[in-house]
């Protein structure tokens, strides 16, 4: 019976899926009409290796005109580029080199450049799409298990926390100065 067990439990770990791969887009502000940059970290299993990996996003092209990738200095250490393809509410990014080189777990591999439009208000960033391959090309399990949010922030001369800078935050200043340093609006 003893033996019989010990089959059973190695039957079932050779059967179980490693753990998945996880794409984590982080949190960011932006502000309307401007471009942010977004990092992307991966987080690898131990057990697991990354050698190269492809996602898509879809986004709302009212509040966003483009997203683009740029490579982190850690995935140039790597030898390996990104290549993002934007079109209108959609982009792929695949994250690639001629190598075999592992993307180690916490890299931050990746940054997308957003540009918003003078329409944004905030949106979520969800991954969909998740290819990611091992450096012997099979397939190695990823997902995303949270999307990352892009706020509306606020810069630092949007002194009514609109998301705006604009005129009203022009005469709160004035009327600070005015008033002996006492900001608020009337």
Known sequence: MK???MIMV???V???PSSAANLRIQDSNALPDTIVTVPVVLEVPAGESVASLQFDILFDSVVIKAISGQTSLALVALSKSV???STEGFVRCIV???NQNEIPDGTMFMNLAVTTTSAFVGLSLQPVGLVAAAPDATTVPLTSTTPGL???????CDIDGSGMVNVIDVQIVVNASINNGTCGPG
């Open 3 to 5: 033996t019989l067990t």
């Open 10 to 12: 190695c039957l079932l």
């Open 14 to 16: 050779m059967v179980l």
């Open 83 to 85: 290549s993002c393809t």
């Open 96 to 98: 690639f080199g001629v």
């Open 150 to 156: 892009l706020a509306l922030g606020s810069g630092p």
